[in-house]
């Protein structure tokens, strides 16, 4: 199973990873939930998320985009979610992921508006 | 005559090959870049999973229903929210490895909603701090991590009321 999910996951990065720069625009209201949701279909190591967030945001990408993408890319998992499900349930994996998408969300808008403030 | 059933995670793993077949068919160049990428991954992932099947194997040894009960279980109370928190900080590690831990330990009467802040905190690792401050400061990489533990305590609240 992990060798499966691996050999997913490697598969799915490179073909989005191309369209990160042209799906984050710098929209303040589509940027953080485009950003989640790119995050939730890339899933793999947090550090690689920062790696990929940090060159985004060199290349433009607002801060709302890339921390809603690098939370999501560490807590909420599309290719994970057979795996969490079979090992601690349907509910709970769909709840989780669920509620860690939205938070990913509230939390890069907490950030920008409390950076700003800073 | 009886046939076996395949099982789930053969088939999709058979499912993976063939989309990997696919692909190579389609572009033998995409198709190794995607096993390049495969292969660093496996790389990285083999001494984090190595660690955690040894803390799996040294919480079997020490860690009985009993003492998983008392600090993590039912009546374990708030000091059972701050032992998820820094042991979900405390164990880092890809969810695929850290979901058979953690089912292990729900067994040995894990809460759920303990279950949820573990693997809601996995952008929060020191290891991973100093790469996270490099590219967008040490403010924000403090006030990330700050937030995703509270908003941890929140998800596993409302997982734990909804999945117990």
Not at chain 1, 5 to 32: A, C, E, M, V
Not at chain 2, 48 to 59: E, K, N
Not at chain 2, 80 to 88: E, K, L, T
Not at chain 2, 97 to 116: C, F, N, Q, W, Y
Request: aromatic letters at 16%; charged letters at 10%; hydrophobic letters at 55%.
């Amino acid at each position: 199973m992990i060798a499966g999910i691996l050999l997913l996951i490697s598969f799915l990065n490179p073909i989005f990873q191309r369209y990160y720069p042209k799906i984050f625009t710098g929209n303040y209201f589509w940027d953080p939930i485009l950003g989640a949701l790119a995050g939730s279909v890339a899933f793999g190591i947090p550090v690689t998320s920062y790696i990929a967030g940090g060159e985004l945001l060199q290349k433009g990408v607002s801060l709302l985009a890339v921390t809603a993408f690098i939370l999501a890319w560490a807590t909420v998992g599309l290719a994970m979610l057979p795996i969490e499900i079979k090992f601690l349930g349907r509910r709970f994996a769909i709840l989780r992921n669920g509620l860690n998408f939205i938070n990913s969300i509230v939390i890069a808008i907490l950030v920008t508006i409390i950076l700003n403030f800073l | 005559m009886k046939v076996k059933k395949i099982p789930n995670q053969w088939k999709f793993l058979i499912v993976v090959a063939a989309i990997y077949l696919t692909a190579f068919w389609l572009s033998e160049d995409f198709f190794w870049l995607a096993m390049g990428d495969f292969w660093k991954t496996l790389e990285k992932v083999l001494p984090i999973i190595g660690l955690v099947f040894f803390i799996m194997f040294f919480l079997n040894l020490f860690l009985n229903p009993e003492i998983i009960k008392k600090h993590l279980g039912k009546d374990s109370g708030w000091k059972g929210w701050i032992y998820a928190v820094i042991g979900s900080i405390a164990i880092s590690g890809p969810p695929y490895v850290l979901m058979p831990m953690i089912s292990d330990l729900r067994k040995h009467g894990m809460k759920t909603e303990l279950a949820a802040v573990f693997l809601s905190n996995r952008s929060v690792q020191p290891v991973f701090l100093p790469v996270m401050a490099h590219y967008f400061g040490l403010t924000y990489a403090i006030l990330v991590s700050f937030l995703i533990i509270i908003f941890s305590v929140w998800n596993g609240w409302v997982v734990g009321k909804y999945c117990e």
